[in-house]
């Protein structure tokens, strides 16, 4: 029989850590006995493994006993790293370097992986991403950039899938990650089946909708800082990147290496990225029509706006407005 593991992180964990543990030994579980139903022979083992016998969540609200000790775990097939603490992830690197290692060591040996939400800080830390596409909760994102430079970061993305590594946006969306797994690893019809019992859409590949964007200012380039700080108090205007160079009496090519660096974005995407968050603050707060906004952050070209609007969003203006402001709708 096949194995998979969910690991109990002890220590630097909360109550995110245990949902996403006990939801996805609950989807798996389901999956086990859709298959026995359905006349095919069981396939996975599941267990809950870690470095305690027991771990205490959120002043001992919640109490999980792992099935086993990670040390009794000789070979598994797929392992899943739950959400942790990101505030004190170097802490809980430390608290959880044995759980580390042993991720590591069984990757080599053929595991396939998948972090949960901020897990992947702890994924990360292992080096098994470095050079690979990884996606974490939007929030943590910047975090994430900071810490592992050599992880290309798709803040975007639902879900991740290479070189037998998976990753996942975060929040609630973990369940998206497990339907997608279970496809993976028993079939697709299994899959459409957990994705009704569970009501999780299926298929959902983007975390866009839901960003709120952060204005990136974790970092030293006070000019930068400055230039950002700019964009923002005039959105309603088209700032190009010259002009902004020149503001800062710094040469074009190397003020878009600094922002680059800084901020994740060019000086082109934080533009349109702040406007375009403006713009969604507005529909939801608003019973402007699409044009209205739109000239109040400073696009002239209703294709245009549209155009970064579904790029940065994945909807189109008039439906996130619809979606996200039922007074608009009325």
């Known amino acids: 029989m096949k ?3 969910i690991i109990v992180p002890d220590g630097q964990s909360n109550l995110s850590t ?19 139903k359905n006349g095919k022979k069981e396939i996975y083992k599941i267990e809950l493994a870690g470095v305690s016998n027991k771990v205490n969540y959120h002043d001992g609200l919640v109490t ?16 899943i790293v739950p959400a942790s603490s990101v505030r ?17 060591r069984q990757y080599k040996q053929g595991a396939e992986v998948a972090s949960i939400c901020s897990g992947a800080f702890m994924l990360a830390s292992t080096g098994m991403l470095d050079g690979r596409n990884c996606s974490t909760h939007w929030a943590y994102s910047e975090a994430f950039r900071t810490n592992f430079p050599k992880v290309n970061l798709q803040k975007d993305k639902l879900i ?8 996942n946006g975060g929040g ?17 019809q299994t899959a459409i ?3 009704k019992m569970f009501q999780v859409e299926i298929d959902r590949q983007s975390q866009s909708a839901f960003v709120i964007f952060s204005t990136q200012k974790n970092h030293d380039d006070e000019i930068i800082k400055q230039a950002q700080a700019y964009i923002e108090k005039n959105l309603h205007e088209k700032i190009s990147v010259e002009y902004l160079s020149s503001k800062f009496a710094v040469g074009r090519r190397h003020f878009d290496r600094r922002f680059i660096k800084a901020t994740g974005n060019t000086p082109v995407e934080y533009s349109q990225r702040v406007k375009i968050e403006s713009a969604k603050k507005a529909f939801e707060t608003t019973r402007k029509n699409v044009n209205e906004v739109m000239y109040e952050v400073g696009y002239s ?6 155009e970064v609007f579904r790029k940065i969003t994945g909807m189109s203006p008039l439906d996130y407005r619809n979606k996200y402001n039922k007074e608009a709708m009325v």
């Open 18 to 36: 245990v949902s996403c543990i006990v939801g996805a030994i609950d989807i798996l579980l389901e999956a086990n006995s859709y298959w026995k």
């Open 172 to 188: 609630y969306s973990f369940l998206n990650l497990m339907v997608y797994l279970v496809e993976k690893y028993y079939d697709r």
């Open 160 to 167: 991740t899938d290479e070189y037998g590594i998976y990753t």
């Open 88 to 104: 004190s992830y170097k802490n809980a690197e430390k608290g959880n370097q044995l759980l580390i290692n042993w991720i590591e």
């Open 301 to 306: 070209d209703v294709k245009a706006f549209r």
């Open 3 to 5: 194995h998979i593991t």
């Open 64 to 79: 999980l006993q792992p099935h086993i000790h990670i040390s009794s775990v000789n070979k598994t097939n797929l392992i």
């Open 193 to 195: 089946y957990i994705s």
